[in-house]
């Protein structure tokens, strides 16, 4: 049983809900190409400083900008951020493997870690969570899930 755990920002948990429904054998919206056995420890929804403080035990930093404690970093940043987040909740849950997201400028960025491997990639799509229109931030989140989801497969895929 593969053990995982997320801490997401943009991604809304929904990485979590598609995990943990996968797990139980009802996907939601993903299409799994996959097969293994997976446990959802804990799915989180951090977009805040406070959060990432208070919850993930970490001091995140600086980011570009907030908006009512929301972090608003750039992409690079947000790579940064994301690695920290998915490393941060995966040992404080004892999971095999840690996903992070969070995208305030940019594309965003997707952790996903493990004993073995750490990558971070980003979405298909540019936005920014300041100006932006909610359907161009609601089209970088569909990515940002599809893409962290993909991510995850690759590391439960057999070799």
Known sequence: MIRVATAECFTHGIVAREIHAYSMG?????R?????????????????????????????????????????YTE???????LMMARSVRRLTGA?????????????GIAVVSDEREDVINSDV???LRFSDPDEILARQKSGIRRALELFESFISPP
């Open 26 to 30: 009802y996907p939601m919206n993903y």
């Open 126 to 128: 540019e936005a920014d």
């Open 32 to 72: 799994w190409s996959v097969d293994a056995e997976v446990s959802l420890v804990a799915g989180l929804f951090i977009p805040t400083l406070s959060g990432v403080r208070s919850i993930l035990r970490f001091e995140p930093p600086e980011p570009s900008a907030t908006l009512n404690d929301i972090k608003v």
């Open 96 to 108: 095999d493997i840690g996903i992070g997201t969070t995208a305030g400028t940019g594309r965003g």
């Open 76 to 82: 690079r940043e947000d790579e940064r951020v994301a």
